[in-house]
C-alpha cells in the first residue's frame, strides 16, 4: 500500500516538475517496493542505466548529449563532468551529485534526458520516471520553457535507511524558476510556479569510470 504522505510528496513534485501520469507510475511503483524509505530508491540489484555512448577524444560530452535546445540560454552549454568528482570520498560525491542534478536541469532545457541517462541505475524509480516524463514530452511534440534549475546547498548524508547500492549520499537544496509545457505552436499545455527549497537525496556507487545514482528522492 501507498505511503499516503509519500503520494501527497509525489502529486507536490509532478505538479511542479509536470510529469506526465505515464512516467509518474515508475516512480509510484518504485516507492511501493523500496525498503529504504522515501519515493524514488530501490533496494534492488544495481543495473547500469547508462547508455554505451561514450565521450569522444574532442568532446566532454557522450555523444547522444544534446548540444543545445528550446529552452537554453544564450550560448549556454552542457555541463561538464566534474574533476573534483573523479574521487571516492564524500566532497567527490557531493560534486557528482551537484552535477547529476545538473545534468536533470539539461534535460528540461532540451526536452531530452540523454545526459541524464548515463548516470543512474535501472532501479532508480525516480530518475527513470522523470526521464520516461522527458521522453513523453518529447515524443508529443511538446517542449518545456522555465523549469531551470538552481543548487543553492549540498551536503553529505547518511546512507541509513536507504538500502540500494551505495557508498555515499548527499542532501541538495534545489530552487527552480516557473515552468511550462509548450505545444508546437507555443500553446500552454501545462504550467507551474517557481518553487525554492526543494529538497533531494541522492545515493551513488563509485564505479571504475564514473558515479552512478543508485538512489534519488525528495525529503523534508
Request: neutral net charge.
Amino acid at each position: 500500500m501507498i505511503d499516503t504522505r509519500q503520494g501527497a510528496r509525489i502529486a507536490t513534485w509532478r505538479r511542479w516538475f509536470l510529469v506526465p501520469a505515464a512516467a509518474l507510475v515508475a516512480v509510484v511503483v518504485a516507492g511501493c517496493s523500496s525498503s529504504g524509505g522515501g519515493s524514488g530508491g530501490s533496494g534492488a540489484a544495481t543495473v547500469p542505466r547508462a547508455p554505451t555512448a561514450m565521450a569522444s577524444v574532442s568532446s566532454p560530452y557522450p555523444s547522444d548529449v544534446p548540444l543545445t535546445g528550446r529552452n537554453t540560454m544564450p550560448g549556454e552549454k552542457p555541463p561538464v563532468y566534474p574533476e573534483a568528482a573523479r574521487a571516492d570520498t564524500q566532497a567527490n560525491a557531493n560534486a557528482f551529485a551537484e552535477f547529476f542534478i545538473q545534468t536533470w536541469d539539461w534535460a528540461y532545457a532540451t526536452t531530452n534526458p540523454s545526459y541524464m541517462n548515463h548516470y543512474y541505475v535501472e532501479s532508480c524509480g525516480l530518475c527513470q520516471g522523470l526521464a520516461d516524463g522527458i521522453d513523453k514530452t518529447a515524443a508529443e511534440g511538446y517542449w518545456y520553457t522555465g523549469g531551470r534549475l538552481q543548487i543553492t546547498a549540498v551536503v553529505g548524508s547518511p546512507i541509513a535507511p536507504v538500502t540500494a547500492p551505495a557508498d555515499y549520499c548527499s542532501i541538495l537544496t534545489v530552487s527552480g524558476t516557473a515552468q511550462a509545457v509548450l505545444s508546437g505552436d507555443n500553446a500552454t499545455v501545462t504550467s507551474a510556479p517557481a518553487k525554492d527549497g526543494l529538497r533531494w537525496k541522492l545515493c551513488m556507487k563509485n564505479t571504475a569510470s564514473d558515479w552512478t545514482v543508485t538512489y534519488f528522492a525528495g525529503v523534508q
